[in-house]
């Protein structure tokens, strides 16, 4: 017995544009770990992240002595 059955599918070839992505660690490590996997993926994508519009919020726990956070985009 012979049977046929038809698959649809859609490609997408291109996305202009991806907004208000929020990354959430809670070690400079964690952060510059997400934001390295965040870049891959919008490689991946063909998509660019604009640093121009980009924010980091730091809120260290009361406890800590605050130092500046340092986050690095390739």
Not at 45 to 67: A, M, Q, R, W
Request: glycine share 2%; aromatic share 6%; hydrophobic share 40%.
């Amino acid at each position: 017995m012979n049977s046929q059955s038809r698959v649809s599918t859609a490609n997408i070839h291109e996305l202009i544009f991806a907004d208000d992505c929020t990354l959430n660690a809670t070690t400079g490590e964690d952060m510059q770990s997400s934001m390295y996997l965040f870049a891959v993926a919008c490689d991946n994508f063909g998509l660019c992240i604009n640093t121009e519009k980009t924010t980091v919020i730091h809120k260290p726990p009361p406890d800590i002595i605050y130092s500046a956070a340092r986050v690095n985009v390739n």
